[in-house]
């Protein structure tokens, strides 16, 4: 038995085909879920992966969070389901109001794509447990819209709970406050964040690193175990 | 409705001497009196207005044609080639059953007049010509020029463009994987936007641009149909800018990545259910483009119900639907019995489609306004018989004197500070500086198959996940040397690139150019684009690898200054195994360099020469072919077989800026000792083709130098990998950190 992770395709994504190998990668099962299914063919977690729904236009997130695959996606991460969310599919995750805060521009108002260096600040959500707290990991960057913000009394709380799941390490890329790259949700069950974990799995590709497969890895060993 | 009678076949040729505005068209008398002579009347208004867009020098090539033919005249037998010239792009044989199209276009002046649009609707356009031949787009390259770097334009200029390149490219999800960006001040009022596009297919996945079948419907899908870019080929692309007209800038397309990217998905799923007999995408001269070439190219003719393209302004003529250059839309030919499908298929996509017309047993294209016709023509005189020209060329005056201008007789360094300070400048010089700043605006990572990307010697992409097969593509195109002498600046263009493509380790194909001169009308011009021409036909006959398609892109010039003849070359390989790739960066201490080639001193229209003298004169490197095959294989070899851990080829900046740039990337610094027979100066500068320098595992050593050895390559130990300073024994020593903060500074210094 594995596990059967979904990945969404909206209109403008991405990365969908990427993150479906990530998850072949890891030993895992990848579902193709269509933007407009209105159910999630009884996948065990789901990824929101990157791209440009709907090319972005109104606001990067902002018109994939109404397709139709959204209302079983929603119902089921508040119960519990696993939902990672990257670049994009975190974009979405703010939208659609499972994760806190939201993301504007970058601050030096470039597109930029870069080999970035976080530190994995929470190490015992759904989707980082193969990671140690505390580690320094090298994982691609690639957003226009990847400056995170939210209110001060938010932030704190989400350092308070450990829901910072991601920091910039170095270099902050885009203008994030306080560096965040990745959140969580209370549960842990939903997390996101604008690296790609999805472009660091093979050795050969890419920046030569696998420091993304353990996402993948973590969420697998969690199904199967549980 | 306009009051004004509907101009159909049957009015014009009842109104004989009603005068048509051709020379507004950009038609010329004599071409306007041959098309009344094809037609045996004079044309309506809607047949002036496809003639005028396909008869421009941008479609028709009639400038150029007659030089352009000695690239099937000399193609070299080559196994690889499926899909030659004049497709939508050609198509080389990779093995394994896969199939690889490619191919380079310019969109130079749009780019000038709006860089974000100009830019993006450049990409836009190079790709819907790589989905119109049935291949997954898998990577963008865009080889760059721009005016002096510290002109107030560039700054305008380059940030748009490479926004706009940016934009498209990264909406769509094709990673960038290479290019060029070269300032000069030839290019000031005419940038070089060129961009280059790279699709996989099966081999029985290659689709055509023809028109088949009595009875098939012809489906126009994709973006509505509006009002910009109308004349964008006839105007903009087909004249010199002039202060004196108005602004063009409503001749430049609007670009929507995301309609593309639906484009690109829904076409793709109409091949793999085998919907599609024929395609073209709308591209220059739009619907007057794709009826004229689909019908020509095949068997029948073509029946078009202008009514029923869906329109973004419902108040166009229909002159201005048959020229409008709308982005995002392609046409397909379906046979009846599956249109439903196809459409089911563009609407799980919200592409809009919309049956436009059929094809027919005739061998007219007819087109139909309001029930009227308004156009009846034989699509061939359209699409493949326009006028084509013998322009006349002569060698300019000044080419004699530019030659004498010998760049060996410049002033040297006579210090070893004085050397080391030639170095900075030439590392921190904007045409040498790192282009991150650009670069890391592109997205190189998307769809999880690159192996390598720029500021490597070629982007290599893996096409098949099981057997690790890959493809790779560098493009270069100095122009400074191909003014020296346009014969040789077009095969060191060719080498070059194809060299870069062997450094990484992948087999050199197949070639796309894009050519990039003044204006034809120009005899000296002229001259520089025959011998490029006969220069590059020529290389690529003794190299083995065919031209399989390209672009020309003339009247870059403002007045009277033409740019300097730019012919950019990409080359296309194949590597069985994208394991064995050779990267540029120096991977471990220790490791032997090793300097592939022979040093002469050659300065002419070196970097060098530039930076430190701003001088162009004299004559560019001596180019040796076979010297370069010789290279190529050697590093090929060494690649497969492990032999060698990083690689650079030598080529504008010499030696010197190869091992820093190796240096920079690899964090690891280099001990360099200049080898017997060569002064400092000529070994670190010299601009000499045919030469490489790879970094070799002690282990290898003696079985890299048998190889170069046994099949006669020049091979002279330089170094070694070390430390962190590029250390020229004997001269000076430079930090890596002060290297990279010269070169690495420079670009967003300038476009802060």
Redesign the interface.
Known sequence: MTARIGVVTF??S??D??TQ??IRVAGAEPVALWHKDKDLKQVDAVVLC???S????LRAGAIARFSPVMEPLLEQAKAGLPVLGICNGFQILTEAHLLPGTMLRNNHL?????DQKLRVENAETAWTTDYAAGQEIHI?L?N?DGQYVADERTLDELEAEGRVAFRYVDFNPNGSQRDIAGVSNEAGNVVGLMP?P??AV?P????GRTDGLPFFTSILKKLVNA | MSRTPLDTVEHAAATPDVELPWAELGLKKDEYERVVEILGRRPTGAELAMYSVMWSEHCSYKSSKVHLRQFGEKAPESDAMLVGIGENAGVVDVGQGYAVTFKVESHNHPSYVEPYQGAATGVGGIVRDIIAMGARPVAVVDPLRFGAADHPDTKRVLPGVVAGIGGYGNCLGLPNIGGEVVFDACYQGNPLVNAGAIGVMRHEDIHLAKASGAGNKVILYGARTGGDGIGGASILASETFDDAKPSKRPAVQVGDPFQEKLLIECTLEAFREKLVVGIQDLGAAGLSCATSELASNGSGGMRVTLDDVPLRDSTLSPEEILMSESQERMCAVVEPEKVDRFLEICDKWDVIATVIGEVTDGDRLEIYWHGGKIVDVDPRTVAHEGPVYERPYARPSWQDELQADDANKLPRPETSEELKDQVLKLVGSPNQASKSWITSQYDHFVQGNTVLAQPEDSGMIRIDEETDLGVAIATDGNGRYAKLDPYHGAQLALAEAYRNVATTGARPLAVSDCLNFGSPEDPAVMWQFAEAVRGLADACQQLGTPVTGGNVSLYNQTGEAAIHPTPVVAVLGVIDDVARRTPVAFQEEGQLLYLLGDTREEFGGSAWSQVVHDHLGGLPPQVDLERERLLAEILISASRDGMIDSAHDLSDGGLIQAVVESALLGGKGARLIVPDGLDAFTFLFSESAGRAVVAVPRSEEVRFNDMCGARGLPVTRIGVVDGDTVDVQGEFALPLSELRETHEGTIPALLK
């Open positions: 209109p403008g991405l990365d085909r990427d190998r990530a990157g791209g440009f709907y090319g972005d236009y470039h597109f930029i794509c870069r691609p690639k226009n790609h999805e472009h093979e050969l590709i890419g920046t």
